[in-house]
């Protein structure tokens, strides 16, 4: 991250009561268009008890939580008590607590006034920016003219450093790790600029576990090297790199086999187990790519859209040439992400006939079919079939794969271990009803959802074309490993209008 100043105070706010925030929106963090730059302020909010004294040090981190049901129902706090503070860090002193403590209260004046809360708002000269995650509330405060964007990055950048150390980011976990907590955020940030962000980093000198150091303790070299999320002197007997590319297919089809909706979300997960500061270079059959160089392929070419790289790459070169040149980060990350909005062909195509028998039975009769070419299997299949809530005595027939009812879950499930390309395989199922309804509204209704995954494929058609490993002091042989997955993400066809007998 760049070295301009973003934060003065840093908060985390627990919202104990309500899955949601006051404007609706669920627990993903939310985004804004760049204001004003924040001094970053953190508050961590919890109900209950009266909250202890603002710490007189200036420089304080404030961890807190929303009492009752939802930001609609907090209180003020001379009022109602209802932000008890469990951390507090100002990293300038320009701010004062008492702009943290009013964050609940102003984010209920903005509710009344309109149902979509900004995720960004001023109050008295004062910037207000947050992300929610999970039941979190992550706040930064600034008064200055800061680019949001960056403030915002560093927001998810402290709930992905706090989840690699604590597993799960929640209130408890804040508690019973607020040491260490402090110690992450005075390294991430000093005095409102942001330094080290890399998990494997802070690692190395912020630890879990408590053990006497049998060396003078002193900063990772990659602190102040310009690979920040690589240290230098790594060895490795073995050599190897291991690349993933993993495609998320979602498809939504109405009842009548129209698709509806369909895109592809990728990503690239790489691990690396090499010696020395090696730099990577991978090619891929991106359409753009071809076409910056004048170069023609026979091959299929595809065209990536809201592509999001890993800091590692080297961005001027990537817009220059296309070529994805970076020193990987030692172990498991993600070098990227991408997205093709595109008519997707349903892998596993799925159709369903309901039958009503005077309302006393219903039955479902089930046609799966792979559309991916013969050599390419499915593994794992789950279909999940809705049935009414007040269905029983269920019958099922079916010529491969098991069936079974999840009353729990109100649904049918057919599970088919491995789905051969080509195949088609029916199930039919019945079910008593015992009590007579009205038919069911069709905004309640809920669509057949289906799960899967298959290996050595990509529904992109996306290929690495090469990944050369180029280490000029070590000059070390070395072993690429490349492996393809198609799973499904939100795929879901629609049910038909059951027919009466």
């Given at each position: ?68 049901h939802g930001v609609g129902n907090l209180l003020p706090r001379p009022q109602g008590q209802a932000l ?190 090499l010696s020395g500061m090696p730099e990577l270079r991978l090619g891929l059959n991106d359409k753009v ?213």
């Open positions: 991250m760049d070295d301009e100043e973003i934060c003065a105070w840093f908060a985390i706010l627990c919202d104990r009561g309500a899955k949601k925030c006051g404007s609706g929106r669920d627990d993903s963090c939310s985004l804004t268009p760049p204001l004003h730059q924040p001094q970053l302020q953190l508050n961590l909010a919890r109900p209950s008890s009266p909250p202890p004294p603002p710490s007189p040090n200036p420089s304080t981190l404030a961890i807190a939580g929303i009492d009752g008890q503070t469990l951390l507090a860090r100002n990293y300038r002193g320009d701010i004062p607590m008492s702009a943290v403590e009013k964050f609940p209260v102003l984010l209920l004046e903005a509710e009344e006034e309109s149902s979509a809360v900004p995720p960004c708002f001023s109050h008295e000269g004062i910037n207000y920016l947050y992300i929610k995650h999970n039941n979190l509330y992550l706040l930064a405060l600034t008064k200055r003219n800061s680019n949001a964007t960056e403030i915002l990055l560093f927001l998810h950048k402290v709930v992905a450093v706090f989840t690699e150390y604590f597993k799960e980011l929640e209130e408890e976990s804040i508690r019973d790790n607020f040491v260490i907590i402090y110690e992450l955020l005075d390294e991430m940030m000093d005095f409102g600029y942001p330094q080290t962000t890399e998990t494997k980093i802070l690692q190395e000198y912020i630890t879990q576990e408590s053990h006497k150091l049998e060396v003078q303790a002193r900063p990772p070299i990659a602190l102040t090297n310009a690979v920040s999320w690589r240290s230098e002197g790594i060895r490795y007997r073995k050599n190897e790199v291991f690349l993933d590319v993993i495609e998320s297919v979602n498809l939504l089809v109405n009842s009548n086999g129209n698709v509806l909706r369909s895109e592809i979300l990728g990503a690239i997960k790489m691990k690396c187990y790519m071809f076409e910056s160089t004048g170069r023609t392929s026979r091959g299929k070419q595809i065209e990536m859209e809201d592509v999001k790289f890993h800091q590692c790459v080297r961005l001027s070169r990537f817009e220059n040439d296309r070529t994805i040149s970076f020193i990987p980060p030692d172990g498991e990350f993600e070098l990227m992400s991408y997205r093709l909005n595109t008519a997707v062909k349903p892998l596993i195509w799925v159709e369903c006939v309901v039958e009503n028998h005077s309302n006393t039975r219903i039955e479902y009769m089930l046609k799966a079919k792979a559309q991916f070419k013969r050599r390419s299997t499915a593994n794992n299949v789950e279909i999940v079939v809705p049935v009414p809530e007040d269905a029983d005595t269920p019958r099922f027939r079916t010529n491969t794969g098991s069936v079974h009812y999840a009353p729990e879950k109100c649904a049918i499930i057919w599970k088919i271990k491995q789905f051969g390309g080509g195949k088609e395989f029916l199930m039919r199922a019945e079910l008593g009803l015992p009590s007579v309804k009205e038919q069911e509204p069709e905004r309640k209704k809920r669509p057949i959802s289906v799960k899967f995954e298959i290996p050595y494929f990509t529904v992109s058609g996306i290929q690495v074309r090469y990944l050369k490993i180029i280490e000029p002091k070590l000059q070390y042989p070395s072993l690429p490993w490349v492996r393809y997955i198609t799973q499904t993400g939100e795929y879901e066809v629609r049910l038909p209008e059951p027919t009466q007998t």
